[in-house]
């Protein structure tokens, strides 16, 4: 039923009335039913679909249409019932523990639930406290509302059965410590195809692992091993620390000291065949010409002396007399 429909009936009731003599008690009865009924029909035939959110119609009891959000008419009394689902909107179950506030009853664990659904044995017969939640939206409103009964406490019961048997194939250290985001991808995978599977017209975005604890008579074990464990990896951190700052100096001054060494050998091996060489081509020209190399090594030692001398005395070899008398050999002694 749309305006139009409900505007044909305004008419043919103003028509029936019109029918009626004036002053009838009867057709204060009549107008007074009309009146009532024009109120029911227009309190059941209109209704609005919030922004995030669809509708979905029945029609005696039957899937109809789909409609978007807005202000939508349907038919009156009952004939026709709208089913608003929020599809745009992130929903979420909390596994564990519980968000005062909460609209949905199935998002929070009931009181008897809340301590049961959280203990999980390992895989290696150990004993963890696991809470986590699951963050989805409505991907199907068919689905959602025709294909499974209460999907909502269907997926906690998926979800619950997933995170038991991901939790069961690692060790209680994997849960606690290191395993977690590997055991919330496999989780999120294991869920969203149990949701396809059954057709419950959900889509899992996420899931996040909470709080894991051991058992309350073991928790305080279990924090001293923790702590234990952080006070060696605290113990290992700083020796590689010092490791690092000792190591690459050493290693450094080494390199140094062998490149010096490199340079010192490469020097000397240099210096010495260039020492070789020298005196070999010393050695060839003075076989070519001796006298001639010989007066020349010996001008070059004289160069190389005679700067050194303080008095010099030049003789001539040709001379007749003995210069001996001219040199004071003993500069102390005093002369007669």
């Given amino acids: 039923m749309n305006e139009n429909d409900i505007a044909d009936l305004f008419r043919k009731g103003n028509a029936r009335l019109g029918e009626l003599k004036p002053g009838s008690a ?14 029911v029909a227009g309190w059941s035939a209109f209704y609005t679909v919030p922004s995030d959110s669809v509708g979905v119609v029945q029609r005696f009891g039957q899937y109809h249409d789909q409609v978007p959000p807005g202000l939508h008419v349907k038919l009156p009394f009952g004939l026709d019932r709208a089913s608003v689902v929020p599809v745009k909107r992130q929903l979420k179950q909390e596994f564990g523990f519980s968000t005062p506030g909460a609209s949905d009853p199935f998002q929070s664990p009931g009181p008897k639930d809340r301590g049961r659904e ?29 294909e499974v009964r209460a999907p909502s406490e269907t997926l906690r019961y998926v979800s619950e059965s997933v995170m038991r048997e991901v ?58 091993v923790n702590q234990a464990q952080q006070e060696k990896e605290k113990l290992i951190n700083e020796a590689r620390r010092d490791y690092n700052k000792v190591i690459p100096l050493a290693e450094g001054e080494r390199d140094q000291r062998i490149r010096e060494a490199d340079g010192y050998r490469l020097k000397r091996i240099n210096e010495a065949e ?30 190389g002396v005679l700067p050194g001398v303080k008095s010099k005395v030049v003789v001539d070899e040709r001379a007749s007399a003995r210069p001996l008398p001219l040199f004071n050999l003993n500069p102390k002694e005093v002369a007669p």
């Fill in 26 to 39: 009867s057709r204060a009865v009549l107008l007074a039913a009309l009146v009532l009924l024009l109120a």
């Fill in 118 to 146: 959280t203990q999980m044995v390992t895989g290696d017969l150990n004993s963890a406290l696991v809470e986590w939640v699951v963050q989805y939206r409505v991907s199907d409103p068919v689905k959602y509302l025709f």
């Fill in 167 to 224: 939790v069961g194939d690692r060790t209680v250290d994997e849960v606690i410590t290191i395993g977690r985001q590997e055991i919330e991808s496999e989780a999120l995978v294991k869920m969203q195809a149990l949701a396809t599977k059954y057709e419950m017209g959900l889509s899992i975005d996420q899931v996040q692992l909470k709080d894991i604890n051991p058992p309350l008579p073991v928790q305080a074990s279990f924090n001293e």
């Fill in 274 to 303: 260039g020492d070789a060489a020298r005196f070999t081509a010393l050695l060839t020209e003075y076989l070519k010409a001796p006298e001639v190399t010989r007066r020349r090594i010996y001008l070059e030692t004289l160069q």
